[in-house]
């Protein structure tokens, strides 16, 4: 299995930016993906984003479509996570997943995941 660390969790203002990283050990082949996933406190796990490591292909929870950017980087074997106007609302710990997938678009449960991060807060105050 892939071992993923994340990054770049933090206290910020409603408003501000911030990047998380996800760095993956060992090799990602084309049908794997890497997603984001977030929970808060007292609630389920829910899908954040995804990105297909092969295609790029990407999918976006409706909440953060057109605030939040996935991207990869193949040669440094890690995926960031841009997340623009953060809302109060987003206050979570971020994961990332990663599991291998013969689809074209990320899973979005995360029971179809089999290797995950350890987690990173992000608190936005208002």
């Known amino acids: 299995q892939v071992q993923l660390v994340e990054s770049g969790g933090g206290l910020v203002q409603a408003g501000a930016s911030l990047r998380l990283s996800c760095a993956a050990s060992?090799?990602?082949?084309?049908?794997?993906?890497i997603s984001w996933f977030r929970q808060a406190p007292g609630k389920e796990r829910e899908f954040v984003t995804g990105i297909k490591w092969g295609s790029g292909l990407t999918n976006y929870l409706g909440s953060v479509r057109g605030r939040f950017t996935v991207a990869k980087d193949n040669a440094k074997n890690t995926v960031y996570l841009q997340m623009n106007s953060l809302k109060p609302e987003d206050t979570a710990v971020y994961y990332c997943a990663a599991d291998f997938f013969p689809v074209a678009l990320p899973r979005m449960y995360p029971s179809d995941y089999r290797s995950w991060g350890q987690g990173t807060q992000v608190t936005v105050n208002d």
């Open positions: 060992g090799r990602l082949f084309s049908d794997y993906t």
